[in-house]
């Protein structure tokens, strides 16, 4: 028999870096989830993408254990890192802080696939690229399809 679902949790945490302090211990405690436990099985599978953001679902059962989904980071992170600026633009559409080529766009689309609800590449660029415009970073090139 399945496990009744108590809560649903969506955090945005560091890879490599969780630790119980806010918003990781304030958000599990209050479920009455084992801090600690999460905190490490979560630096153990990401490791490997340590210092970036990364959103987790994390599913609370009732009987207190949980179980958590980890999600490829933001679209807006990797298009600050690809366009090599530190944040987006306070007015996007008259002030523009960077640029980025449709090869970047292909390659966070790629990473972000599983992610999206769209079922070809060309959608999910598209995805990519409108946030990159309200983000004042402008894509560079023809569009390739």
Known sequence: MAKEVAALIKLQV??????????????????GVNIMEFCKQFNARTQDKAGKVLP?????????SFDFIIKTP???????????????????????????????????????MPDLNCFNIESAMSMVA????????????????
């Open 56 to 64: 987790v679902v994390i599913t609370v059962y009732g009987d207190k």
């Open 74 to 112: 933001p679209a807006a992170v990797q298009i600050i890192e690809a366009a090599k600026i530190k944040g987006g633009s306070g007015e996007p559409h008259s002030k523009k802080v960077g640029s980025i080529n449709w090869e970047q766009v292909r390659a966070i689309a790629q990473d972000k």
């Open 14 to 31: 560091k890879g490599g870096a969780a630790n119980p302090s806010p918003p990781i211990g304030p958000a599990l405690g209050a479920k």
């Open 130 to 145: 409108g946030t990159a415009r309200s983000m004042g970073v402008t894509v560079t090139g023809n569009k390739p399809f």
